[in-house]
């Protein structure tokens, strides 16, 4: 039973452009959400994608948007790059409100 | 409303036990435990609900005080691979799925 899969590994971007970073859940879960993990920090809520729609969302700019598949696939775009934005961007999946894993996690380097 | 987690670091020698702490000034539906080692995801350790309820997996347990909105995590007798840092995940209501994560706690572990 494979685990909460993310790709790519590593990215490296320069300021201004555009990112899109992918997410494959746990199998039967059908709730992904979205963190953003700086060096030495705890995780931050981005977003969370439930029937293919935005349920939730933290205190992230509009550059931040995603999208949930029919497949419970979902991709996180970021625009515009900022200095700002690297960092370790992490998938987690979950069913029915209970606990959510992780997936290993996109380094996003903006220079 | 981001929780307090105490001590921000510690280093025990094999065998010793460690208790980190987790706090938030906001009443909580529960909270979520994790260990990530450098480089690698958040693992999921326990789930705590509302209640008081304590839970234990092998020689790691935890507790819940709803009155103090504040949990702890136990170690107990701990291994090398214990080291890592902890996070604690608070959720403000049932389902809402959107965890609010402490700073993290740095355990060492020595032989």
């Known amino acids: 039973d494979a685990g909460v899969t993310q790709s790519p590994t590593h990215l490296i971007k320069t300021r201004g452009q555009q990112v899109t970073l992918r997410c494959s859940p746990k199998s039967g879960h059908d709730t992904v959400s979205w963190y953003q993990q700086a060096l030495g920090q705890g995780p931050q809520f981005i977003f969370q994608y439930y029937e293919e729609e935005e349920r939730q969302r933290g205190n992230f700019p509009d550059r931040f948007s995603g999208h949930q598949f029919p497949n419970y696939s979902s991709e996180l775009n970021v625009n515009a790059l900022l200095l700002g934005d690297s960092a370790l961007y992490l998938c987690?999946?979950?069913?029915?409100?209970?606990?959510?894993?992780f997936g290993p996690g996109t380094r996003l380097t903006v220079l | 409303q981001q929780p307090v987690q105490s001590p921000q670091a510690v280093i025990l020698r094999e065998g010793e036990d460690a208790v980190i702490n987790c706090s938030s000034s906001k009443a909580l539906y529960s909270v979520h435990w994790y260990r990530q080692k450098h480089g690698e995801a958040p693992v999921f350790l326990m789930i705590?609900?509302?209640?008081?309820e304590q839970k234990g997996h092998e020689k790691i347990s935890a507790s819940f005080n709803e009155k103090k909105q504040q949990s702890s995590l136990y170690l107990t007798a701990s291994q090398l691979s214990y080291s890592g840092t902890y996070f604690c995940g608070t959720e403000l209501a049932q389902g809402a799925q959107k965890l609010v994560f402490g700073q993290g706690t740095r355990l060492t572990i020595n032989p």
């Open positions: 705590l609900l509302k209640g008081g």
């Open positions: 987690a999946s979950s069913s029915g409100g209970q606990e959510q894993f």
